[in-house]
């Protein structure tokens, strides 16, 4: 047995000697088990100039988009608008007077722009209608040089409606877009009209202060607005002390009308937009004995030949 025992402390004495020398002793005794370097891919080229390598995340996200992409847009698909691409006033396609365009919005985002020739004097009628439940318009026209000459949201419900004269022969461009949209894809139609000039009342020419004609203490006036930019002036003569009532009514449908009084100097006294409905009512106490100056105009602009009553009268 001691034999034995002596034959391998021999043996071990040798193997740690020949370590030893090799300087691997420590490291064979104490030294963990070393953990691999992670390899890694040299960047060989400014970034974006070759793929990402492929990875598992990269495959995973790449699948996730396909799956949230939109539907290519077909003939049978509601988002379908064969007048598009539109969204810009460069791009805008013709409508002829007296066409109906059938449109669609494909987002709460998207721009319909269209463009029509028109003549001088003639009064143009631009209207949506026929609107996709939870669909709500506004029209917005502008004159060859990209400028706004006309705007319009609610005309008689979510629809949109612009009176405009034409004041020489041109090119004119609306936009439609939406102020509010339930989902994608509802749909709208669009036309236009080309109107005359009705004839003025028997009060025009009134548009100017210096031009107002006279109306008398319980008088009624029946008035038009022949024309989209009309505006109406009327004077009365006041008595110091006294309470006067100056009362729009029968407005013709969609017809919005608005009061200011002013005095002989040009001074603002007072003002009445809605009083009951679209009509206009105020009720001023004079300050003074003179003749003041009401002012008669809309809130949007009206059809042509739009009639209304005007009254004037003393207050108990």
């Known amino acids: 047995m001691k034999t034995i025992v ?41 970034l974006g100039s070759q793929p990402a390598p492929a990875t598992t995340r990269t495959t995973i996200a790449e699948a996730d988009v396909e799956v949230i992409q939109r539907p ?15 969204d ?24 319909d722009w269209v463009r029509v020739d028109v003549r001088d004097e003639y009064i143009y009628q631009f209207e949506t209608f026929d609107l996709e439940d939870g669909a709500d318009t506004i029209l917005t026209l502008y004159d060859a040089e990209g400028n706004q000459v006309a705007y319009n949201d609610d005309y008689g419900g979510l629809a949109s ?14 936009q439609i877009t939406a102020y509010a949209l339930a989902e994608p894809g509802l749909g709208y139609k669009l036309r236009v009209f080309e109107l005359l000039p009705p004839a003025p009342d028997a009060y025009e020419p009134d548009d100017r202060q210096a031009d107002a004609s006279l109306i008398t203490v319980g008088e009624v006036q029946a008035r ?25 009514f029968d407005l013709d449908p969609g017809l919005d009308t608005i009061l200011t009084l002013y005095d002989h100097q040009g001074n603002e006294l007072d003002y009445n937009d809605d009083f009951i ?40």
């Open 161 to 174: 409606r612009i009176y405009y004269q034409a004041e020489h022969t041109t090119q004119l461009y609306l």
């Open 88 to 111: 810009r006033r460069e791009l805008a396609q013709t409508i002829q007077i007296g066409e109906v365009q059938a449109r669609t919005f494909s987002n709460e985002y998207d721009e």
């Open 6 to 46: 002596l034959q391998r402390t021999i043996v071990l004495l040798c193997a740690l000697g020949l370590l030893t020398a090799c300087g691997l002793a420590d490291l064979a005794l104490n030294a963990p088990t070393a953990t691999p370097e992670a390899s890694t891919t040299p960047m060989t080229g400014q």
């Open 72 to 86: 290519t847009a077909s003939p049978q698909t509601r988002y379908d608008d064969r007048y598009e691409p539109d």
């Open 224 to 248: 038009t607005f022949h024309l989209p930019s009309d505006e109406d002036w009327v004077a009365i003569d006041v008595i110091a002390g006294a309470t006067y009532r100056f009362t729009t």
């Open 277 to 316: 409905g679209l009509a206009s009512q105020i009720i001023h106490r004079a300050s003074n004995t003179e003749r003041i100056y009401l002012h008669v105009t809309t809130y949007v602009p009206p059809a042509p030949g739009a009639v209304y009553r005007l009254e004037v009268a003393l207050e108990p």
